[in-house]
């Protein structure tokens, strides 16, 4: 059974910091795209981050450009999200998400085939 698995998350102060895990089991991820995705009560769940099998293309939400990083271990099945900067606006649920096709990258939430169960970001003003 596959299982993506978040962990990280918590309370932080604006303009703080948190890094987000996501350790795949089941099967691995090496030559798929891995995603981070975001969502509140009553929204959208919403795109922010996305990196290719290799590592070698990443595409960020403009909402994170320049304050989040996506990186991957494909030796530990992993994902990362290094959150900097952080904003009360920040705060919700934070996803990852891998693609069952290999060597594409996508950014729509249609596109992901295996999620997470979501770890809570809390950023206080």
């Known amino acids: 059974q596959v299982q993506l698995v978040e962990s990280g998350g918590g309370l932080v102060q604006t303009g703080g910091s948190l890094r987000l895990s996501c350790a795949a089991s089941?099967?691995?991820?090496?030559?798929?795209?891995m995603g981070w995705f975001r969502q509140t009560p009553g929204k959208e769940r919403e795109f922010l981050a996305a990196?290719?099998?290799?590592?070698?293309?990443?595409y960020y939400a403009d909402s994170v450009k320049g304050r989040f990083t996506i990186s991957r271990d494909n030796a530990k099945n992993t994902v990362y999200l290094q959150m900097n900067s952080l904003k009360p606006e920040d705060t919700a649920v934070y996803y990852c998400?891998?693609?069952?096709?290999?060597?594409?990258?996508?950014?729509?939430?249609?596109?992901?085939?295996?999620w997470g169960q979501g770890t809570q970001v809390t950023v206080s003003s």
């Open positions: 990196i290719s099998w290799n590592g070698g293309r990443t």
């Open positions: 089941g099967r691995t991820f090496s030559n798929n795209a």
């Open positions: 998400a891998a693609d069952s096709v290999p060597f594409r990258i996508v950014i729509l939430t249609t596109g992901y085939n295996y």
